[in-house]
Each structure stands twice: as structure tokens, then as C-alpha cells.
């Protein structure tokens, strides 16, 4: 059996308030929209097609091998889903709507709602039950637990808004039931047909509705800031949650901010106060001190990385390397064994194993127009307050004598100093001020 899905995301998203297309926007450094996509796939819907609208040109780059409508002007969603039809040719076809703007629905949950089709109900819905249904869409049922229809937030008495069940917003169907309910949709009080309103014309007609209740954390809806940060947060502890599971140690996990990719080892230890950005992998027993900032990098067994260090995108680190307080690595591989503890900036470089990065060293890799690179081999001692001018290599079992600014490669087993000879003159009359 074919299905569709319908991803609605034509809305103008004012409550946002942004000038970035509300699907864009992140949760644990993912797009709503690739959260939606990410759990479809899962359920292995492969089909698709967007529903566009307001800022169609920007989302358009971001949807890959689907089918897309325009929906101009938006006249709410049951309009947006008639205008998918267009693309649908077998009416057979099971469609499952869901929202841009909910997309934290698990694959389960999914496969549920699309099961009541296979297994005879003419559409199925998907509620939850919340204590603050404040902005959602109410399911009313009767007393034997029938849906009979669902009242928008706006349009709901006093009495309604004091139910606690709510729509998600995901529906599932035939097509050819859908686009009939469709047919017979009158527009609302604001201008808009509901596709909620589909639901009392299927009770009325006596038809069998599915429902499947899911919890109020994946079927979060986005509509604001708020919502964005409650997201991110129920997301966070869901994340974090699973890495504890998996044996990683987070000390303090709510000062932990991880992203949605993070692949972390068993025995990796998190300090308080980490930020680790997205495809961050780390190795077996390594710890990651406070106040470290890490994205798009692979870290190794044994680590110890920080406090307060910064590991940058395309960054490599072997295993049982140390990087130590205010150290900046961009772009560069650190082999086996080699240390580089304080104050300094690695970038477009490769330290080869059991080198130690003296204190206050520069990889002077930016000449303003291009970068450059810097190599250093095995067993090299890098002296502190050290510039390395790259491009440049520094051959193994080298030593840089501690200020020095190094222009030139320098050769295996030898000694590059470059400074200044110190002067000393004799002390006359020279008097200080008391
Ligand atoms: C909708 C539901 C509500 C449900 C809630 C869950 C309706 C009428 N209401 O309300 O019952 O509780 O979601 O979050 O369906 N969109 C279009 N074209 C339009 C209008 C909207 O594509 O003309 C898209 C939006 O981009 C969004 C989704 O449809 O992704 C939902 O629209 P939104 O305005 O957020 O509806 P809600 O008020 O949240
Ligand atoms: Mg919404």
C-alpha cells in the first residue's frame, strides 16, 4: 500500500517573529524540518510533498528529492492539504498529513496512526493530553470515548478550553475519503478552512474515526519562541538521558548542551558547562573538562580536553592527547601521546605523535589572503611563546627554543632558535623614584 505524506508548511509562522522560515529553525542544532524528515524515514514514508507558501524560495533549497505545491494565498490547512492533491494520482493511496511545525513525532507513533487505516477507520488521529492545552485544537468525544470533532483553541467556549485533549495536528487517510471530507469543508469565522473540520463531517456521516494517543512531549508544536525553547529542552533531556544510558558520565546534565548527533563512548566523562555542537564523536574514557566548546570533530580514547578549550570544526585528535585551558584547535590533526595544555592556537596543522606544544604557540597560518599549513612531526618539543610562520614544517625530534619565531622548516634532531641575543649594560647612576 502507497504512502503519502503531506508535510504542511505553507504558514506564515508570525508567532515566530523571524525573518527565517519557522521549519529552519533548530532544535539540538536540527532543523524542525530534517527532525520531521528524520522520523518519516524511520517509518520508512518515503513520499512527500511540501506544502509552501510563505518563504517558499528559502525552504525549497532545503527540501531534496520531493514533491512541493505553493499554496498562495494560505487559506489554512485544509486548503493546504486540497492543493497537495494535485499530486496525488491514486486515490487508494494512504496520506498522512503532519506539520512542519510538529515534528518531534516518533516513528511508532506513526506506524499507529497508519495502521487504523489499513485496519478499516475511514481517518485516524493522533491526541495528547496536556495541563496547558492553551493554543491547540480540542478533541471532544462522547461518553463511549468517540471522537465526534475538534474545536480550535480560537473558536472554543469556555467550557472547551477546559479540555485537556488535544489535537497534534496528524491525520492519516485514504485519499479519495480526505479530499471528499475535503469537498464539504465550509470556511471559519477567520477566513480559513480548517482541516480539523474534517473530523465532525466523518462523526456526522457515522464513519469509523481511529485515535491514537501519543505523549505531550513529541507532539510539542512550535509556534513561538517559547515553544522553541520548551522544545529544546524535553529534546536535551531525551538526548542527554540516552547518552547516561549508554554509559557516558554527564556530572551535571542540565548545564550539558549536546546536540542531536552527538556520539559519545562509554566512560567519556562530561564536566558541567560543555557544549558539544553537532557531529562531535568522542572516544572511550576521555574527559571533557568545563567550559569546553566542541563541534564537527572526532576525539580519541583517553583524552583530556580542558578546561576551557575550544575544538573547531575538521578537527582530528588521536587518543591520549591533552588540550589544555584557553587552546584553540581548528582544522587540524593531533597524533597519539602529544600535549598542547596552555594558551595557545592550533590551526591548519599536523602535530605528529609524542609532541608537546609549549604555552602561548602560534600557528600563524593566515597571511591575510590565504591559509597555510603547519607540520610538525614526532617527538618535536615546541618551546613556549613559539610563532610558527606557516606554511612550515618542523621535522621529528625537533626542538624550538621558547620565543622564537620560526620562518623557515627546520630539520629532524636539531635546535631552531630564533631571538635576540640578551644584552646587559652596567648600572650607573640610574636612581628610581621612591
Ligand atoms: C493546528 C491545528 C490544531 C492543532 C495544532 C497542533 C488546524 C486548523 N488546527 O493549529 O487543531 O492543535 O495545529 O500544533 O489545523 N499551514 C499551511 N497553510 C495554511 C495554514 C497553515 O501550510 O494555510 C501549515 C503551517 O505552516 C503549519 C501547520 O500548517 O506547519 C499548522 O498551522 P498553524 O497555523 O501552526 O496551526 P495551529 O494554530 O498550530
Ligand atoms: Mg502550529
Redesign the pocket.
Known sequence: MEIISI???????K?MNSSLP??LHKVAGKSLLHWLEGGLDEALVSKRIF????KSEILKKHIKNSDYVI?E????????VKIAGEKISNLNSIILIV????PFISPKTIKKIIRKIENGCKISILGFETDSPN????IITNQSNQVLE?I???DASEEVKKVKL????ILAGRAKDIFDYLEQVKL?NNG??????IVSICSNNKKKIGFVLGSSEE?????DRIDLSNAEKIIQKKLKNTLLSKGVTLVDPSSVYVSHNANLAKDVIIEPNVFIGPNVKINSNTLIRSFSYLENCSIGKKCNIGPFARIRPETEIEDNVRIGNFVEVKKSKIKNNSKVNHLSYIGDALVGHDSNVGAGTITCNYDGTNKHKTNIGNNVFIGSNSALIAPLTIKDNAIIAAGSTITKDVNANSIAVERSTQKEVKRRDLKFKK
Not at 506539520?99 to 510538529?102: F, G, I, N, S
Not at 480559513?192 to 473540520?197: P, Q, V
Not at 507532539?219 to 509556534?223: A, D, F, K, P, T
Open positions: 508535510i504542511l508548511a505553507a504558514g506564515k509562522g508567532r519557522k521549519p506544502v509552501l507558501g510563505d499554496q494565498p494560505q487559506l489554512g490547512t485544509g486548503h493546504a506539520y512542519a511545525d510538529t493554543g491547540y485544537g480540542r475538534i480550535e483553541d480560537r488535544c489535537n497534534s495536528g471559519s480559513e478552512y480548517y482541516l480539523t473540520d507532539l510539542i508544536g512550535v509556534n
